[in-house]
């Protein structure tokens, strides 16, 4: 696994926007396949989306679809999640992750992602008026 460092959250109101950042030093984030995970209070961790690392595949669970976007910056070493229309339940603390070694990502991976072992700190995002 690979430690990876989240940034970006904050609080918003409903229907607002943010720009969530993963970022890797010492670890070349474009060769694989990288995800996007979130944990509300009193829940357990679920995916969110994933993109791969070649073709930029991605994949969105159906509660985001059409509101976030991921994308990677190969210069710049950064994987972002753009939010957008923001709903109080995406609400969470939002971690990404990768297991260095899978290039390619959809539902399947992501899920045996949930139990991957180390995890950054995530950074917070609330929605509320």
């Known amino acids: 696994q690979v430690p990876l460092v989240e940034s970006g959250g904050g609080l918003v109101q409903p229907g607002g926007s943010l720009r969530l950042s993963c970022a890797a030093s010492g670890f070349i984030l474009d060769y694989y396949a990288i995800g996007w995970f979130r944990q509300a209070p009193g829940k357990e961790r679920e995916e969110v989306s994933c993109?791969?690392?070649?073709?930029?595949?991605?994949y969105y669970v159906d509660s985001v679809k059409g509101r976030f976007t991921i994308s990677r910056d190969n210069a710049k070493n950064t994987v972002y999640l753009q939010m957008s229309s923001l709903k109080p339940e995406d609400t969470a603390i939002y971690y990404c992750?990768?297991?260095?070694?899978?290039?390619?990502?959809?539902?399947?991976?992501?899920?045996?992602?949930?139990?991957?072992?180390?995890w950054g700190q995530g950074t917070q995002v609330t929605v509320s008026s």
């Open positions: 993109i791969s690392a070649r073709d930029g595949t991605t």
């Open positions: 992750a990768t297991d260095g070694i899978s290039g390619f990502c959809d539902a399947t991976l992501l899920r045996r992602w949930r139990t991957l072992q180390s």
